[in-house]
């Protein structure tokens, strides 16, 4: 049996021990891809302080509905149980950077 994705556990409860980006994203999305690639390189270079969740919006189409999620790729930055920023699009690594500077 697989076990379904819990958004609650998985960025909700998880934002309140650190900051968590969520990357939505659609199955073929060559944006998405790229996108995900640079996330996860910022990740590596933060050693841990921030985690990444990548979704497929099939896979969670409530939480899809439910963040207005309009764009593909979507990144959202989760604090404390609330999202406190988004991105829309595949932006550079530089940019993201900034952003999360900028929100964290």
């Known amino acids: 049996m697989q076990k379904t994705f819990d958004f609650s556990t998985s960025v909700i409860q998880a934002s309140h021990k650190k900051?968590?980006?969520v990357q939505f994203s659609a199955a073929g999305c060559g944006p998405c891809f790229w996108m995900e690639k640079t996330l996860i390189e910022i990740t590596k270079?933060?050693?841990?302080?921030i985690h990444?969740?990548?979704?497929?919006?099939q896979d969670v189409e409530e939480e899809v509905k439910q963040h207005n999620i309009t764009n593909n790729p979507t990144t959202l930055l989760f604090i404390d149980g609330s999202e406190v920023a988004r991105l829309r699009g595949a932006l550079p690594l530089m940019v993201v950077e900034?952003?999360?500077t900028d929100h964290i």
């Open 19 to 21: 900051p968590v980006l």
């Open 45 to 49: 270079k933060q050693k841990g302080a």
């Open 52 to 57: 990444l969740v990548s979704i497929l919006n």
């Open 98 to 100: 900034q952003w999360l």
